[in-house]
Structure formats: structure tokens, C-alpha cells
């Protein structure tokens, strides 16, 4: 297993353009997170999932912005009528239930929006 | 989650120890203290965790007093791929468990060493 795998790596798009992130997580792990980073900042929370299930959405994560994990695998984010201010970068993690040690993250997608 | 204060910036030269210090003085019992640090457009990578012993793996040391109220973590021979921003995260074990809890960043150090 090479960990989380996230694709693509780079998107740009234009204002107004929807764009969809898929993450892989580590295949054994039940917990998968997604995070948006700006220039700068710390990663902030948007939204994770428990197998299926999405357990939390962050204020961030504007009716514009969907997250799936369909089969408990693979998740997408997707985001709608993009602005500008969506450009960064976006992570994902994923992390064992009932499990102290620590996320695993991929490398990210980051968005550029023109 | 109980806040964390970290220095913005630190310099170390190349062979010698990093001491990264964070203050976390509202730390309540149940809460574990947690490394991360982050290379220039990668993802964050986890380091370290402790409650209240000292701990060590293959990347790390982490120091936490007695009160718990700070903690250091050492890189006992710092490279110039240790160059990074280094995130000190405090978080309740029940609510991990739970799974009621995300990792919230701060802003972190920006270690950089020096050749």
C-alpha cells in the first residue's frame, strides 16, 4: 500500500466551472477526512467520513461543495461554480477508528481558479 | 480542544538538535499532545504523540514537563530535509475514540536548517 493517493495534483479551471477531487485512502482505514489549506495557513477542517457515512460537515463547506464516499473506499469532493476564493489546497487523510496514532495524509490537490 | 501557542519561525544548523517548543497551558487531563510537520507542497506528516511520559520513534523525541503545560519535541540531528512547518495539536482521547474529533491546526514553527 503506497498510502493516501490523491488525484489530480494540480487543477486549474475558471470561475463558475465545477471541478471533483478523488482521494484513495489507505485501504484498511474507515476514516477519511477532507481539509482545505491556503497560502500560509494551517490545514483547516472540512468535512470526514466514517466508512460511508459523513459524520461531519465544517461551516466552510458551503452548499457549493459536496463530499461522497460511496462504498466506504475511494471519496470525491466536488465543488460547484468555483470562485476564486476556493483556490488551494485541498487534502485528504484517512486514520483507523478507535485508533490514537495519527492521520495519514496524501499530497494534495491543489486548485487554482482563474 | 485546549489551545496551542508555538513560536513562528526557528533556525538550527544541519547535525545539530532541533528543540521545537509548544505551550499548552489549558491542557486538560485526557488530552494527548500531537506532532505533525509539513515539507514545502506536500501533505502533513504525523511525527509523535504522548499524554505524559516522554516518547521516542525512528523521527523523534517528545519532551512534556511534569504539568503538562508545554511540551518540546527534538530532532536529535536535523537535516535540511527536516525543513518544515512543525504543528503542535492537543486532542481529547475519548473524542478520538468517538471519532467527534477533528485535528485542528494552528499556525505552527517554520523550522528551517541550515546547511
Known amino acids: 500500500d503506497t498510502g493516501v493517493s490523491q488525484d489530480p495534483r494540480h487543477k486549474i479551471t475558471k470561475r463558475g466551472q465545477n471541478v471533483t477531487f478523488r482521494c484513495d485512502p489507505i485501504?484498511?482505514?474507515?476514516?477519511l477526512y477532507w481539509y482545505r489549506q491556503t497560502l500560509g495557513q494551517g490545514p483547516e477542517f472540512l468535512t470526514y467520513?466514517?466508512?460511508?457515512?459523513?459524520?461531519?460537515k465544517s461551516r466552510l463547506l458551503s452548499d457549493r461543495f459536496s463530499a461522497e464516499r460511496p462504498k466506504g473506499s475511494f471519496s470525491t469532493l466536488e465543488i460547484q461554480r468555483t470562485e476564486q476564493g476556493d483556490s488551494a489546497m485541498y487534502l485528504c487523510?484517512?486514520?483507523?477508528?478507535?485508533?490514537?496514532?495519527?492521520?495519514?495524509f496524501g499530497s494534495g490537490t491543489r486548485l487554482t481558479v482563474v | 480542544d485546549a489551545k496551542t501557542t508555538q513560536p513562528p519561525s526557528m533556525d538550527c544548523a544541519e547535525g545539530r538538535a532541533a528543540n521545537l517548543p509548544c505551550n499548552h497551558s489549558?491542557?486538560?487531563?485526557?488530552?494527548?499532545v500531537y506532532w505533525y510537520r509539513q515539507i514545502h507542497s506536500q501533505g502533513p506528516q504525523y511525527i509523535i504523540h504522548g499524554l505524559k511520559n516522554n516518547e521516542t520513534n525512528e523521527m523523534a523525541s517528545l519532551i512534556i514537563t511534569e504539568d503538562r503545560k508545554s511540551s518540546t519535541l527534538i530532532l536529535p540531528h536535523a537535516t535540511l530535509r527536516d525543513t518544515a512547518v512543525y504543528y503542535c495539536?492537543?486532542?481529547?482521547?475519548?473524542?478520538?475514540?468517538?471519532?467527534?474529533?477533528?485535528?485542528?491546526f494552528g499556525q505552527g514553527t517554520r523550522l528551517t536548517i541550515n546547511p
Open positions: 489549558t491542557i486538560s487531563g485526557n488530552e494527548y
Open positions: 485501504s484498511e482505514h474507515n476514516r
Open positions: 467520513f466514517q466508512n460511508e457515512a459523513q459524520l461531519e
Open positions: 495539536i492537543v486532542r481529547a482521547w475519548a473524542l478520538i475514540i468517538q471519532g467527534a474529533q477533528k485535528l485542528v
Open positions: 487523510a484517512s486514520s483507523l477508528a478507535r485508533d490514537l496514532g495519527g492521520y495519514t
